[in-house]
């Protein structure tokens, strides 16, 4: 009980916020670690592991994180796609962390209290595939005025990730 912590088996039981992530085809495993740890941080309910995206048991998934890869529920895909559509029969609202035309600004997007929503994180290098842009019912950016158009995944998903929290709390 370091720091008062839940165990994971305790931290099963509790109740998750209606917030899912999808990994569409992330490459890095400690990126996936990472987004791992903030998700078991924030209460996410799962996360959906998609195309390339690497599956535990892996060393450096598990170096970052934590050990928050056996707390946090999980799903592989082989088709990001897939999931979307899973997730629409399910009733959530799909958004698609991009820069791309119409997108809203991160903090103009509100979660309603018990809205269930995906949160879409994209390719290091190709960011959210078209075809799941395409699919997706909202488009978010996080603004950004460095010489740099992009975050790394895992700072974006834990940004994000808080947000969503902090709606939803």
């Given amino acids: 009980m370091e720091l008062h912590r839940l165990g994971v088996e305790d931290y ?7 917030i899912t992530v999808v990994l569409d085809n ?29 599956q535990p048991p892996k060393p450096e998934i598990h170096k970052t994180a934590l050990g928050a890869e056996e707390s946090v529920e999980w799903q592989f895909y082989p ?20 820069q791309v035309h119409d997108s809203v600004s991160l903090e103009q997007y509100v979660i309603e209290k018990e809205q269930k929503v995906a949160i879409v994180m994209g390719n ?13 019912d909202h488009c978010i950016e996080i603004p950004q005025h460095g010489t740099k158009h992009s975050l790394n995944i895992s700072c974006c998903a834990a940004i994000v990730m808080w947000k969503f929290y902090s709606d939803l709390i």
Wanted: glycine residues 6%; hydrophobic residues 40%; negative net charge.
């Fill in 124 to 136: 290091e290098v190709k960011g959210v595939s078209q075809e799941v842009v395409d699919a997706s």
């Fill in 26 to 54: 992330v490459r890095s495993e400690m990126n996936v670690g990472s987004v791992f740890r903030t998700a078991d941080a924030f209460l996410i309910e799962r996360i959906m592991l998609c195309g390339i995206t690497p």
């Fill in 12 to 18: 099963k039981k509790v109740e998750k916020l209606p």
């Fill in 79 to 98: 088709n990001t796609l897939l999931a979307i559509n899973q997730l629409k029969q399910e009733g959530y609202t799909i958004c698609s962390i991009e």
